[in-house]
Structure formats: structure tokens, C-alpha cells
């Protein structure tokens, strides 16, 4: 069982930067795929960013490629997502996610296994 909590949500003007955290307990590092995904009110899901843990494999939407950056860090358990130049679109609730699963798997939106409770991340123009 995986258990994902997420932190670092909060208001931010456009232009500003963010930093999410998401605390991992209970997956094994090697064949997994950890991400972010977002969803507005009456929005579906956007697989915004992943990475494969086994090789640390990178993968981001158009809508955020150049201006956020998944990163994880096997010791301490924990992955990151920095969030720069932010827009007013990317208002949203975010959630850290994880799947066992191959590589060619591990795209911006699987079919995820495990998620977190959600961050509220709200951007003012």
C-alpha cells in the first residue's frame, strides 16, 4: 500500500513560483511512475507531470513544459514539483499519484493507483 501526501499549496500572484511536496510512505523504489495531475472546478484531470523512479525519465504537458519540474528524491522519501511563471490557468487542485507499472506506462496520466488528498494552488491575475 502507498500512501502520498501532499503540501506547498497556497495563493500566488501570476509570475510567482510555488513549490510542491508530496511525502511518500510504503512504495518500493525501482518500476514505479510518480506524478502530478491537476483539476479545476468542472475541468477533467490534466496529467500535467511523471517520472520514472527506475531511471528518472521526465515527462511534462504542453501546458506546463519550461515552467514546472518533477523531482523526487528516494531518500527522503519524497517528490517535488516546482512550479514557476504561473498562470492563472493553472488554478486547480493538484495531486501527487503513483502506479507500479513499465516505463512506457509512465506517461503524463496514467491510470494511477495510489493518489494523495489534493493541494489547492489558486493563482490572481
Known amino acids: 500500500q502507498v500512501q502520498l501526501r501532499e503540501s506547498g499549496g497556497g495563493s500566488v500572484q501570476a509570475g510567482g513560483s510555488l513549490r510542491l511536496s508530496c511525502s511518500t510512505i510504503g512504495y518500493i523504489p525501482g518500476y514505479i511512475c510518480l506524478g502530478w495531475f491537476r483539476q479545476a472546478p468542472g475541468q477533467e484531470r490534466e496529467g500535467i507531470a511523471s517520472i520514472y523512479t527506475d531511471n528518472g525519465r521526465e515527462l511534462y504537458a504542453d501546458s506546463v513544459k519550461g515552467r514546472f519540474t518533477i523531482s523526487q528524491d528516494d531518500a527522503k522519501n519524497m517528490v517535488y514539483l516546482q512550479m514557476n511563471m504561473l498562470k492563472p490557468e493553472d488554478t486547480a487542485m493538484y495531486y501527487c499519484?503513483?502506479?507500479?507499472?513499465?516505463?512506457?506506462?509512465?506517461?503524463?496520466?496514467?491510470?494511477?493507483?495510489?493518489r494523495g488528498q489534493g493541494t489547492q494552488v489558486t493563482v490572481s491575475s
Open positions: 499519484a503513483a502506479k507500479y507499472t513499465s516505463l512506457a506506462d509512465c506517461t503524463t496520466m496514467p491510470t494511477y493507483s495510489y
